[in-house]
């Protein structure tokens, strides 16, 4: 079974309108770590936010956010005011337990227009 | 900080031949880790470090992959008699080992094409 499922493998969105990029999750270890990265064209791994299983808020980093349902096993990232820069394929990837690898997603394009 | 760096980011092989690839990463980040990508897909993890000892390895990685980290610094992949499924993305991070995140930085990765 997919540990990660992003289930859509491309957008196209209108500059400066709001994204939601889907993420589900599967694993039985009540201590994970989710992640967003963003990778370019240019093939750099950016970081972009993170939330732990246990925090209690949804994480935010600037025009980011992690609309974190945990009983849904869901990790959805949220793009405001989307800009032409946040064109690039986005992963979205966990860490469960004290397992210290990263597995990620098959990622999913995002194309903004102008 | 400066952050993670490869070297180089493109390397053209024919099959059979042997390539090595350098990872550098973020300065005082203790774990090192090697994901190598390929078209359409996601990072797979490959092999991590923690200073100089290798505490897992993928299955991914056959017995033609050896990765060293000598120093606890600096890291090596180096592939032997590669094969055109070696073609793909290698990408290194690296993490401070903490209590809560441990976010994993990457570098810019090595373009491998084996023809």
């Known amino acids: 079974a997919q540990k990660i499922t992003q289930t859509q493998p491309g957008m196209f969105v209108q500059e400066k309108e709001a994204v939601t990029l889907d993420c589900t999750y599967d694993?039985?270890?009540?201590?994970?770590?989710l992640f967003w990265y963003k990778q370019p064209s240019s093939g750099e791994m950016i970081f972009l936010i993170y939330?732990?299983?246990?925090?209690?808020q949804n994480a935010t980093e600037g025009r980011y956010s992690l609309n974190f349902q945990k009983a849904r096993k869901s990790a959805n990232l949220v793009i405001s005011a989307s800009q032409l820069g946040d064109s690039a394929m986005y992963f979205c990837?966990?860490?469960?337990?004290?397992?210290?690898?990263?597995?990620f997603g098959k990622g999913t394009r995002l194309h903004i227009l102008p | 900080d400066t952050g993670v760096s490869q070297d180089p980011r493109h390397k053209i092989t024919k099959r059979g031949q042997n390539v090595t690839f350098r990872c550098d990463p973020i300065?005082?980040?203790?774990?090192l880790y090697w994901y190598r990508q390929t078209l359409g897909q996601g990072p797979e993890f490959l092999t991590y470090?923690?200073?100089?000892?290798?505490?897992?390895k993928s299955r991914l990685l056959s017995n033609r992959f050896s990765a060293e980290r000598p120093k606890g610094s600096f890291s090596t992949l180096e592939i032997q008699r590669t094969e055109q499924g070696d073609s793909a993305m290698y990408l290194c991070?690296?993490?401070?080992?903490?209590?809560?995140?441990?976010?994993?930085?990457f570098g810019p990765g090595t373009r491998l094409t084996v023809l």
């Open positions: 991070a690296s993490s401070r080992l903490q209590t809560d995140t441990d976010t994993q930085y």
């Open positions: 694993t039985s270890d009540p201590s994970y770590g």
């Open positions: 939330q732990g299983s246990y925090d209690q």
């Open positions: 990837a966990m860490r469960e337990g004290r397992d210290d690898k990263i597995i």
């Open positions: 300065s005082e980040h203790n774990r």
């Open positions: 470090f923690q200073n100089e000892a290798q505490l897992e």
